[in-house]
């Protein structure tokens, strides 16, 4: 079994930034992608970013493309999500996830991370 546990998120002013972290631990990690999602209260979980194993180019949701960055240290067996320029409407339970393959759907993932908070105050 794969565990995954995220870190890092809080409360902050709009504009401001946070560094969300996902380690992965237990069996040996043979997913090939990693995925961030997101849920705010009332809504679906939605696609935030999502990267290789071994790299290439991400993907971003439109809505956080050029103020969201996703990177990985394989080293560690973790990924990052670099939040920069934060709005409000960034609120939201952040989730990781990993999969066989890269995917803006969350039904392609088959761990998940128990979430972190985030909250951006305006």
């Known amino acids: 079994q794969v565990q995954l546990v995220e870190s890092g998120g809080g409360l902050v002013q709009a504009g401001g930034s946070l560094r969300l972290s996902c380690a992965a631990s237990g069996r040996a990690f043979s997913s090939n992608a990693w995925g961030w999602f997101r849920q705010a209260p009332g809504k679906e979980r939605e696609f935030v970013a999502s990267i290789w194993w071994s790299g290439g180019t991400p993907a971003y949701a439109d809505s956080v493309k050029g103020r969201f960055t996703i990177s990985r240290d394989n080293a560690k067996n973790t990924v990052y999500l670099q939040m920069n320029s934060l709005k409000p409407e960034d609120t939201a339970v952040y989730y990781c996830?990993?999969?066989?393959?890269?995917?803006?759907?969350?039904?392609?993932?088959?761990?998940w991370g128990q979430g972190t908070q985030v909250t951006v105050s305006s």
């Open positions: 996830a990993a999969s066989r393959l890269m995917s803006t759907f969350s039904f392609n993932y088959d761990y």
